[in-house]
């Protein structure tokens, strides 16, 4: 029998391994579901001191399709647990966009299941225009996101 403050000090050690090891299983799957038809920003999640950075996928065909490019986009779990999406498109032409213009986003799980979908729009895009999408937690049932697919839509 192991006396309990042993216990509780062995568990005090291994509790930050098996954080590592969770990071490292999302970044494993995540390299695993990496979609070869599109093209990605980050390569796999990533841990800094407040947020875990998760893939953005694009949807380089939408973007032709389109005619709106996707010039910079960043997703990331913050302390809270919220998914945070930020991101910049622009007229791939370089004219202005007088029609209707949609971003879509798609949360993934490491099962490579569909856990959320979010969008908005614009009724003009002009040349250039910023996005950003905030997830709670509480609406991704119950699954750690790890990829992230953007792309614009008419």
């Given at each position: 029998?192991?006396?309990?403050?042993?216990k509780?000090?062995?568990?005090?050690e291994?509790?930050?391994?098996?954080?590592?090891?969770?990071?490292?299983?999302?970044?494993?799957?995540?390299?695993?579901?990496?979609?070869?038809s599109?093209?990605?920003?980050?390569?796999?999640?990533?841990?800094?001191?407040?947020?875990?950075?998760?893939?953005?996928?694009?949807?380089?065909?939408?973007?032709?399709?389109?005619?709106?490019?996707?010039?910079?986009?960043?997703?990331?779990?913050?302390?809270?647990?919220?998914?945070?999406?930020?991101?910049?498109?622009?007229?791939?032409?370089?004219?202005?966009?007088?029609?209707?213009?949609?971003?879509?986003?798609?949360?993934?799980?490491?099962?490579?299941?569909l856990?959320?979908?979010?969008?908005?729009?614009?009724?003009?895009?002009?040349?250039?225009?910023?996005?950003?999408?905030?997830?709670?937690?509480?609406?991704?049932?119950?699954?750690?996101?790890?990829?992230?697919?953007?792309?614009?839509?008419?």
């Amino acid at each position: 029998m192991i006396p309990e403050d042993v216990k509780q000090m062995i568990d005090a050690e291994i509790a930050p391994l098996k954080r590592k090891l969770h990071e490292l299983q999302i970044a494993i799957d995540t390299l695993r579901s990496t979609s070869t038809s599109g093209t990605k920003f980050q390569a796999s999640p990533k841990k800094t001191e407040n947020k875990i950075k998760i893939p953005i996928i694009r949807d380089e065909n939408m973007e032709l399709f389109t005619g709106v490019k996707i010039e910079a986009c960043t997703a990331f779990i913050d302390r809270k647990g919220t998914l945070n999406i930020i991101g910049e498109i622009a007229s791939a032409n370089a004219q202005p966009i007088s029609d209707y213009v949609e971003i879509q986003v798609l949360v993934f799980d490491s099962d490579g299941d569909l856990v959320n979908r979010q969008f908005t729009n614009w009724s003009e895009l002009g040349l250039r225009q910023s996005f950003e999408f905030e997830i709670e937690p509480e609406t991704l049932a119950g699954s750690t996101p790890t990829k992230v697919k953007v792309y614009p839509a008419k």
